[in-house]
């Protein structure tokens, strides 16, 4: 069989993968729009990144989303960026040329965006919870909306801090603040309080913030999506917030990646049933 006529492959690239929803989504878009490809979870344990990368074209891959935790080493690997990876200083999405050059692209801001804009948000106050790979992604893309404030909290004072500094570089119109304890990020006064931490993701993962810090005006949106509802969001909900957890930045940030692998537009219905989010 020729390489044309194989049978091309994506994936997931990361470690550890398996509880992915990404080839759920993706499988269905492409067999929807009989594109003759899969989309595979490569499970890479990081000893074997710089040979799974060599293999590619071997493998057939033509494109794969990149999770945790090779967004940023995969950066070195990149023959162009996207304006989104350069600001933000990661990948989640690489397209593989004919050549086996790498194409590296960020689809999480946009997927948050795009979600937000489905929600009907717009959010002006904003409180961050996280400073790693996704608050990165959410936090430029508050930048790009030009929210007016957005605080930061993350146990790792200097992955906040650091990242502030490229915010306020990038992003003059922000007012951007780090905080050293959670409770100074004075929810009382936003409208937007992103979790973008891994914190929730356990039955046993305390509780990140006390219902008394809660108001009507507080929108909760948590990026973990497995669990759907997290603790915190069970709080929003009996406190009657609007709330929100990670599947549609999931899916959107999936709909962008498969227009980048694919250049075709994905049936968004067919993905988001695929995904359990509900049309
Ligand atoms: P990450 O790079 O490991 O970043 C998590 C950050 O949270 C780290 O800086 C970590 O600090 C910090 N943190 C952990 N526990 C904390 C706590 N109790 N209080 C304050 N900060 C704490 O992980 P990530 O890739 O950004 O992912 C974060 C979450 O977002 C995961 O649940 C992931 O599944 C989800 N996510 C969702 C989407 C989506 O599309 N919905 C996309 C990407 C990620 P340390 O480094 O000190 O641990």
């Known amino acids: 069989m020729s390489l044309k006529t194989k049978e091309k492959i994506y994936g997931l690239l990361g470690f550890p993968v398996k ?3 990404s080839p759920r989504m993706h499988n269905a878009a492409l067999a929807a729009l009989k594109i003759k490809a899969k989309y595979k979870l490569f499970p890479i344990p990081p000893q074997e990144f710089k040979n799974f990368i060599a293999s590619l ?13 090779y967004k ?10 996207s304006v989104e990876v350069k600001k933000i200083g990661a990948a989640n999405t690489v397209v593989v040329d004919r050549f086996g050059k790498l194409h590296g692209f960020n689809t999480d801001g946009l997927g948050f965006i795009q979600d937000l804009k489905v929600l009907k948000i717009r959010p002006q106050k904003v409180a961050l ?6 608050a990165k992604a959410v936090s430029f893309a508050c930048g ?3 929210v007016q404030e957005l605080c930061i909290y993350d146990q790792d004072k200097f992955k906040a801090l650091s990242l502030f500094k490229k915010l306020n570089s990038e992003y003059p119109e922000t007012k951007f603040d780090v905080v050293r ?5 004075d929810l009382a006064k936003k409208d937007l309080l992103v979790n973008a931490t891994p914190v929730g993701m356990q039955a046993t993962d305390a509780l990140l913030i006390s219902g008394r810090d809660l108001h009507p005006g507080l929108f909760v949106y948590d990026l973990i999506y497995s669990p759907r509802e997290t603790k915190l969001l069970a709080l929003a909900k009996a406190h009657n917030l609007n709330f929100a957890n990670g599947l549609g930045m999931l899916f959107y940030q999936g709909v962008f990646a498969f227009r980048h692998f694919t250049g075709k ?13 509900g049309a």
């Open 19 to 21: 509880h992915s929803l």
């Open 57 to 69: 074209k071997v493998k057939n891959i033509y494109g794969f989303n990149v999770t945790y935790p």
């Open 72 to 81: 940023e080493e995969i950066l070195s690997f990149l023959k162009t960026k």
């Open 129 to 134: 919870i996280g400073a790693g790979g996704a």
């Open 144 to 146: 790009k909306l030009k």
């Open 181 to 185: 304890r959670i409770t100074d990020l």
């Open 265 to 277: 537009n994905p049936p968004l219905k067919i993905m988001q049933e695929a995904l359990g989010k």
